[in-house]
């Protein structure tokens, strides 16, 4: 066990000694390289805006994933406003539904009330149900 004031605390694997921080350069002429903020829109009006390093136009990506929805975002937000999903996603409930019918889904349902009923979790007949 590692003592609470060991000088390991709260350091990085394969940091060695008077490497310093890595947040703040040790050379304070050097600088970070130039950044540029880019403005993705999704289908439906999310803004996204992430970082990248400043590089040529042609090599910036066209498109990004919403932050807000996860729908495609492009960067002049025409591309994306046709069918954000045309991709092939689908949501968790879609997947569910190909695999179970509605009737399966009813039958889950009933066992899975049956099961708290019987452990005195929910009581045997519901206010509605009278």
Known sequence: MVHPSSGFRGTRAGV??????SL???DL???SPPR?????WCAKGHETQPVFLKMPEDQIPR???????GAPASRDG?????????DGYKS???YVKERRSGQDAEDV???????????????DQLLGDA
Request: aromatic share 6%; proline share 6%; hydrophobic share 35%.
């Open 29 to 31: 002429s050097a600088g």
């Open 109 to 123: 349902l009933a066992g899975a009330l049956e099961k708290l009923r019987a452990r005195g979790v929910l009581p």
């Open 78 to 86: 025409q591309a994306a406003a046709d069918d954000p999903f045309e």
């Open 92 to 94: 968790h409930l879609e």
């Open 16 to 21: 060695v000694a008077g490497s310093g921080s």
């Open 36 to 40: 540029i903020r880019v403005s993705y």
């Open 24 to 26: 703040q350069p040790n």
């Open 63 to 69: 498109t990004w994933d919403c932050r807000r929805c």
